[in-house]
């Protein structure tokens, strides 16, 4: 199983930019997918996530309102919208996914994508 991150990009504050995930070798059994991010000197934390049916979805307090996790099985792919833009949200996204329910730990899940850089500037 691998995941591939991208669509990270420089964007300024009140911005949007659209991140997407790619699983390959996916697993035959139903599995969580989420996003993580990780600030330069802190430590990697838990985004957003959406259950193998789409009506599971869990965000962190700091995106409520303004990120949007999706995903589409048949594409193997999972999407992170993010809306209205801070510097604080300037980070290193990782997508990731893990058998059966979503969590929000990141030693719960078992397959990391590579991550992908997004900036915002004021």
């Known amino acids: 199983v691998q995941l591939q991150a991208f669509g990270g990009g420089l964007v300024q504050v009140g911005g949007s930019l659209r991140l997407s995930c790619v699983i390959s070798?996916?697993?035959?059994?139903?599995?969580?997918m989420a996003w993580f991010r990780q600030a330069p000197g802190k430590e990697r934390e838990f985004v957003a996530a959406?259950?193998?049916?789409?009506?599971?979805?869990k965000y962190a307090d700091s995106v409520k309102g303004r990120f949007t996790v999706s995903r589409d099985n048949a594409q193997n792919t999972a999407h992170l919208q993010m809306n209205s833009l801070t510097a604080e949200d300037t980070a290193i996204y990782y997508c990731?996914?893990?058998?059966?329910?979503?969590?929000?730990?990141?030693?719960?899940?078992?397959?990391w994508g590579q991550g992908t850089l997004v900036t915002v500037s004021s």
């Open positions: 990731a996914a893990r058998p059966g329910n979503i969590r929000d730990r990141v030693s719960q899940y078992d397959y």
């Open positions: 959406v259950a193998w049916n789409s009506v599971i979805l």
């Open positions: 070798g996916r697993p035959n059994y139903p599995y969580g």
